[in-house]
Structure formats: C-alpha cells, structure tokens
C-alpha cells in the first residue's frame, strides 16, 4: 500500500496530539487486525508517509518501532517495514475508539472544538418543549403499564408502522422494533446478519458512525461506486455474485455524504436483486424526512419486493432532534423475533419516557417536517450563496434533502484540515466517509444545521485557511 493510500485508510488518529505515534500506531494495529494490510503487505517508507500525514519522521519511526515490539510488524534487511505473517496472540481491547469517526472520538474523548463541522445536527424546534411539557399527563396514564418492551412501547411501534405505510413500505406494528437511534438498529443488523469476517457490500461513500460499527464488528467491506442515481443494480448484482454477502448496505434517500437519491427504477431492481439472491438488503432512511426541495422522494426499497428479507432502518434524529435517540428496524417478522432477543441482551429497550414523546412528535410529523423544510432551505441557501461568493473554486451541487453540502475541491484537503484543526475548525473530510481504493481527500461535507450568521462565517473562516494553506 501506498502512503497516499494508508493516509486516506487510517482516518481521524491524531485526537491525541502530545502522544502521536501511539495514535498512529493504534490505527495501524486496527487496519492490521481487519484485514486491511493483511499479512506481508509492505508500508511505507517513513519518510514518505511521514510527508503523507504532515508529522515529523519520528512520529512515524515510533509507531513502527512499537508495533515491531509488539509483533504487528517485521523489518527484514533490504525489504523494508512489512506486516508480520502471524499476529500476536492477544488483541489488544481498547482500541474501538480508533475505529471510530474523528466525530464519535470527539465526543467520547469530551474534546469537541470551537467549530465542530463533523457532525450536522439540527437543534430541537419549539415542538420538541410542546411535547415535553404533555410528558406528565402522559407518563400518568402510561407508567401503570407494562416496564420491559424491548420491542419498543407498542403505542410508538404502531405508529411507527403507520409511518413506514404512508410512505409506502406496508408495515405491521409486530415488524418494527424501536432502536436507540438508527445507529443501534444497524448494530443490531450487524450483529444479527453476520458473523467476524463475513463480507458486507456498502456503496464506496457511506456514513462513518456504521463504518466504524461495520469495521468494529470484524467485517470485510467490499464497494459498488456511487452513482447520482443511486447504486447501479448491475455493479450490485455482480458484487453479490462474485462475494456473496451477508448483507448489502445503502442509503437510498438523500444519501450520507452527497445527497443523492436512488432512483424506483433503480429501487426495484434492487430490490429483485435482494429477492432473487435471498441476500438481506439494509436501506437506511435516517435522512429520509429531510426533504428540501424537489420531487418527493421515491417509497422504500422495501416496497418493491414485499416478502424479500429488506430491512428499512429510520430516526427521528435528524428530523426531530439526535438528542431523542429514537430510531427504527423495520423487517420481515420471523427474523425480528431473533433480533429483539439480541437487544434484550444489551439494554432491554429505550427509556419510555423518551417513546411517549417519540409517540407527540410522530403525531405532529406533518407539521414538524414542514418546519424543518423551510429552516433547511434557509440554511442551504444560505451556504451555497456564501460558498459561491468566498470559495468559488470549490464545486458543489444544491442537495434537494439532507443537512449537508458535498464539495469538491480542486486539491487535496490535508493542509487545508491541519490550518483548520490549528485554529480550533474541525472538518469531515471525504476521505471518512470512503471506503474503497479512492481517498476522495478532495472533498469535505460541509453541514448546514448551524445558524445563517455562524454559517457565512465558517465560510469566510474556511476561505481563510484556504489561503493560508497556500491552495488559494
Ligand atoms: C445515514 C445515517 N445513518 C445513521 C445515522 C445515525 O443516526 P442516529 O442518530 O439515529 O443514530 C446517521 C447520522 O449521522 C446517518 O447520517
């Protein structure tokens, strides 16, 4: 592997910056263990890769010498530094924060800076403080009930199962299951769908935060290329055959980083696809509910093949609020049953109170989506016409749902994220979103959840640094 090439897999690894070789050493020691430099494999010269990573050769010098120590890697005389053929015994357990998105590192490390762009999280509405001040009257009539539902409260799975037949995947309140955030119902797929080392087909560009539950959980990813269309069923039919996984992975509404939306064409034959194979399909509709402008989204993949083994995965996170965590799996009602056996074992269900306000805000969906419409369609507007007026090189297309820009840029971004991250900005490059032999290194997801005055002043910042790192 190259040094631009590992540069672009080992993501966010320098969260700690007084100690940056064992960083680095813990992300190499991760791609080692999932297979992503498998053994044998050659690194990079250190002054190469230290010139990649924009860190001094030291830095480089100790990782190697670290994990040469702890038997990750050999140096033999004239071959270079190489991935040693067997790995040590013990796999070292505290390195899931590695994995993780510079995001989800952030947060668990508390070390969120002055402008954190990672992550685009819209601010609850006024709806949100309506539907808490109902949780009283509420919570009265409802606590006399039943304490365990891992299942979720069935006053919230029925209207959840209402949702998902509205918008044209016909659903039963016994097919759904409520997940703290989507983020537990794709773990949950993961853990159920798959076993270490199985493979899972994801689109080349896909979101981090299931990446790095993907990675975590041991699985070999193999990629279609992302297309404006959606994922073109042919390069997904040809996966499927030539890999056999355990699961194919998309996210067809307003997709996770470039906010594009699969076409019904292209859903329905999927969705045969998924049928035909008897491969499970997970379509992640998390930013569904997001729509801007546009035509209406098309229904569910799911719609196109009822019976098939299709998983529709759903939030209220970025309609509503993240900070609710309440999500949704929604599949075939035998594999359920098993699923919801596997989240008693972790956390027997999400907090009820937290349902009977996920019940309000389902009820007034209608009218919080059209408010989350319009304040989206300021912000969006707003981004574009700064991004257009201070960093005119950069291209982008206007995204018809979402809460993010996807921009391309006419260099590499690394020196642009150190000018940042120096100045306390912390980016969400392409390159954590990519998964395969492209870095896309050129390109940075910008969000537009935040308010119109800080947004046209992160632009300027950002045109700022630009310059001062000399791509201007
Ligand atoms: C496509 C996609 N799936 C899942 C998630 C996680 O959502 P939740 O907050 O519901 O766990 C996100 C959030 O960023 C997302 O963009």
């Known amino acids: 592997m190259n040094a631009e090439e590992l540069a672009a897999q080992l993501g966010a690894w320098k969260q700690d910056q007084t100690r940056l070789y064992r960083g680095l050493a813990e992300q190499l020691r991760l791609l080692i263990r999932l297979g992503s430099l498998p053994p044998g494999s050659e690194l990079p010269p250190e002054r190469r890769l230290a010139v990649e990573l924009a860190v001094s050769r030291t830095t480089i010098a100790q990782a190697y010498s670290l994990l040469k120590d702890e038997g990750w890697l050999v140096s033999l005389q004239g ?7 067997a790995q040590p015994a013990v796999a070292p357990p505290a390195d899931y924060g590695a994995a993780a998105s510079g995001f989800i590192a952030d947060v668990v490390r508390d ?3 002055a402008v954190d762009l990672t992550v685009p999280s819209p601010p609850p509405g006024p709806w949100l403080m309506t539907a808490m001040s109902r949780l009283p009257a509420l919570a009265a009539a409802a606590l006399p009930g039943r304490v365990y539902e891992p299942a979720g409260y069935p006053a919230l799975r029925d209207r959840i199962a209402g949702k998902l037949t509205t918008d044209g995947r016909v659903t039963a309140a016994e097919e759904v299951i409520v997940t703290n955030g989507a983020t537990q119902a794709l773990s949950l797929l993961a853990g159920a769908l798959t076993r270490r080392g199985d493979t899972v087909l994801v689109e080349e560009l896909t979101c981090p935060t299931v990446l790095a539950s993907l ?3 041991g699985l070999r990813l193999v990629v279609v290329p992302i297309e404006r269309e959606g994922a073109d069923p042919q390069a997904v039919e ?3 055959r030539r890999y056999e996984p355990s699961f194919i992975y998309l996210i067809p509404t307003y997709h996770n980083p470039t906010g594009w939306t699969m076409t019904e064409h292209r859903r329905a034959a999927v969705a045969a696809i998924a049928r035909r194979y008897g491969v499970p399909l997970v379509e992640d509709l998390t930013l569904a509910d997001t729509r801007i402008d546009g035509p209406l989204p098309p229904p569910p993949i799911a719609a196109y093949a009822p019976g098939a083994q299709i998983y529709t995965v759903g939030s209220l996170s970025k309609v509503c609020w993240p900070g609710l965590r309440i999500g949704w799996l929604v599949g075939p009602r035998r594999e359920l049953q098993r699923i919801v056996h596997l989240r008693a074992m972790y956390d027997l269900g999400c907090p009820l109170p937290t349902q009977l306000l996920a019940v309000e805000l389902l009820d007034d969906l209608p009218q919080i989506r059209l408010e989350r419409q319009r304040e989206l369609l300021r912000r969006r507007d707003t981004l574009l016409a700064a991004l257009a007026e201070h960093l005119p090189q ?10 993010s820009v996807w921009c391309a840029t006419p260099r590499p971004l690394q020196q642009l994220n150190h000018v940042a991250q120096r100045h306390g900005m912390q980016l969400m490059l392409g390159a954590h979103f990519a998964v395969g032999a492209r870095s896309y290194l050129d390109h940075v997801r910008l969000p537009f959840t935040l308010d119109e005055g800080e947004l046209v002043e992160v632009v300027k910042r950002l045109a700022g640094y630009w310059v001062e790192a000399g791509c201007g």
């Open 79 to 85: 071959s270079g530094t190489r991935v040693a053929h």
């Open 111 to 113: 070390r969120v800076r």
């Open 394 to 403: 950069w291209r982008h297309e206007s995204p018809h749902g979402g809460l």
């Open 215 to 217: 990675r975590t959980a």
């Open 238 to 240: 040809a996966a499927v």
